[in-house]
């Protein structure tokens, strides 16, 4: 690692780096984990301490000065993604990025201009587009295995606090000026990444959301549907307002010839087609994130294709922005 071409710096080493990606950095080939900075002073020493990192800093300026960097994984709530990631490309580092990229479209928009502006490369965390399981749900669908794609229907529905996100922490999630809209924003984007990942570019997407418990301070209620081409019909239901019995996480893709069922934070896939049912179970990495980094750092180092390109994730965050408007035009009924 002491010749490694990829050398990582962190901004934001909170709980999303201390197994999820943090350690994976020193164990992908060419790539090593020199630096890191958070705000708190004391919890970025603890942090480099804890994980043998050579440098910490309390201010990004001193960590995007750092003449070793050359990569930046900005791993911070959304809110301060586009102001690091605009910084790092401005001082010539590659940036990695946690999802939701940005605040909304019009930021995800800056973001890609910038990009292009500055030739720079950004790659954005939706690390579950490289994990085996569902490199085996693109597979299964190319090789036509369920027929002609008919429908895809989602759902996540969760208590009003979901056992999916951490609660070591602030909820900063429940603040949109921080995460950009409650709970839908922060676990959404790994389900439609994957729908944009599986069936491309859509043709046309429409929602709302609503917030249907008096008590939330964020919308609690979102549902949206997506047309992808070759008539690919999605549905998707978040609610996290539900009791705690009716949690669910569940997607099927139903072809005319079977279907493809997973949940998006599970480890298995149930697979039911003409010569019966099968089931493929996963163990995913002990650092859930080390295959995306490791397509990351291949491509800074020009050896394979973005894993996860910027064009890709504005169109996730536009329709992030759609799913979430609460204005819904008036319906005509028939008398």
């Known amino acids: 690692m002491e010749n490694a071409k990829v050398r990582w710096g962190i901004i934001g080493c909170g709980d999303v780096t201390e197994k999820k990606s943090g350690p994976a950095f020193n164990k992908v080939k060419d790539s090593q984990l020199l630096a890191v900075m958070r705000r708190d002073a004391a919890k970025a020493a603890d942090y480099a301490r804890r994980h043998q990192v050579p440098d910490w800093y309390s201010k990004v300026e001193d960590l995007l000065d750092n003449p070793s960097l050359n990569t930046i994984y900005i791993a911070t709530p959304p809110s301060s993604h586009l102001d690091y990631a605009l910084k790092a490309l401005k001082a010539g580092k590659n940036v990695y990025v946690e999802k939701p990229v940005t605040l909304n479209a019009d930021e995800a928009t800056l973001l890609l201009e910038a990009v292009k502006k500055t030739n720079g490369k950004l790659v954005v965390a939706h690390y579950r587009r490289q994990l085996p399981m569902f490199l085996k749900v693109k597979e299964l669908l190319k090789v036509g295995q369920i027929g002609a794609i008919r429908t895809v229907q989602l759902r996540l529905w969760q208590s009003r606090s979901p056992e999916l996100v951490t609660k070591r922490a602030a909820d900063w999630r429940t603040d949109p000026t921080i995460s950009g809209g409650g709970y839908f924003f922060d676990l959404a984007p790994h389900q439609l990444d994957l729908m944009l990942y599986f069936f491309g570019t859509p043709l046309y997407y429409n929602g709302f959301s609503q917030v249907q418990d008096g008590t939330s301070d964020v919308v609690d209620h979102t549902t949206g549907t997506i047309l992808f081409e070759n008539q690919i019909i999605f549905n998707g239901s978040w609610a996290f307002n539900v009791q705690p019995q009716d949690n669910m996480d569940s997607c099927e893709i139903v072809g005319s010839e079977g279907k493809i ?20 179970v996963f163990d995913h990495p002990e650092h859930i994130q080390y ?13 394979g294709p973005n894993p996860a390109p910027m064009e890709e994730a504005l169109t996730l965050m536009k329709i992030m922005d759609c799913f979430s408007k609460k204005e819904i035009k008036s319906f005509h009924t028939r008398k």
């Open 291 to 303: 295959p995306m980094i490791a397509s990351t750092v291949d491509f800074f180092e020009g050896k």
């Open 261 to 280: 069922s997973f949940s998006i934070f599970g480890n298995s896939i149930l697979l039911r087609s003409d010569q019966g049912e099968k089931e493929f």
